[in-house]
C-alpha cells in the first residue's frame, strides 16, 4: 500500500487485537490481489438506532490503480450476527474480496495486450521439478511447465514468489505459456 492504512473506530475504544485482526485482512487482500493503493476503514460501534440498534458497522474502501476503488459501506441487511464484532468484520471483508476480485477482472490484459502482462504468485512446485501451479490476481489457479520459465530453472523458484506470466487455453485448463520472476531476479 503506498498510503498507510487508516482505521477509524467510532463509538468505542481502539483495541489492538481488532486493528491487527483488520491489519491482518488488509495484507491477505494486499498479498492476493496485490493492487491496493491506499485503505480506510470504519468500525462503528452498535448504536440506539432501531434499525441497526446493536449491530456493529465496517465499512471499507480501497483505492486501486487507474482512479478504481472498491467500498463496503453499509451493513446488507439487519442481520443479528452483526451483533458479534468478529463477525461483522469477517462479513465486511468478504464482500470487499468479490468486489476486489471483479475489480482484478477487469483490470486483467485483454489477449494481445502486450503492455501490461498479468502478475501471479507461485503456489506450488510438484517434487518431480517438471511443473507447478500460479494464482493469478483474480484467484485462478494457473499451470505451468518447467519449459515455460524464463531466465531460470525450475528448482530456482519458490513458492510465493510473484511472476509475470502469459496465459493460454491448455488441454485441462488455464495455463501459463511462459512466467518470468519479477523485480531483481528478471534481469538476468
Do not use: C
Not at 480501497?62 to 450476527?81: N, W
Not at 485462478?140 to 502469459?166: K, Q, T
Amino acid at each position: 500500500m503506498e498510503t498507510p492504512l487508516q482505521i477509524d473506530f467510532q463509538g468505542m475504544d481502539a483495541e489492538p487485537k481488532w486493528q491487527a485482526v483488520i491489519v491482518d485482512r488488509i495484507a491477505e487482500l494486499e498479498t492476493r490481489f496485490g493492487r491496493i493503493t491506499a485503505g480506510r476503514v470504519v468500525v462503528r460501534a452498535p448504536s440506539g438506532h432501531h434499525t441497526t440498534g446493536g449491530l456493529y458497522e465496517v465499512r471499507i474502501h480501497l483505492d486501486l490503480p487507474e482512479g478504481r476503488t472498491v467500498s463496503v459501506s453499509r451493513t446488507p441487511t439487519p442481520d443479528e450476527r452483526h451483533g458479534q464484532l468478529a463477525f461483522a468484520i469477517n462479513d465486511a471483508f468478504k464482500r470487499a474480496r468479490r468486489q476486489l476480485q471483479t475489480k482484478a477482472q477487469q483490470m486483467r490484459p485483454h489477449a494481445g495486450d502486450r503492455e501490461h502482462p498479468p502478475i501471479g504468485t507461485v503456489i506450488a512446485i510438484d517434487g518431480s521439478g517438471e511443473f507447478g501451479f500460479l494464482e493469478a490476481v483474480d484467484g485462478r489457479r494457473i499451470y505451468f511447465h518447467a519449459n515455460s520459465l524464463l531466465g531460470m530453472d525450475i528448482d530456482e523458484l519458490v513458492p510465493g514468489e510473484r511472476v509475470v506470466f502469459h496465459e493460454e487455453r491448455g488441454d485441462e485448463g488455464p495455463q501459463a505459456s511462459t512466467v518470468k520472476p519479477l523485480g531483481k531476479r528478471a534481469l538476468r
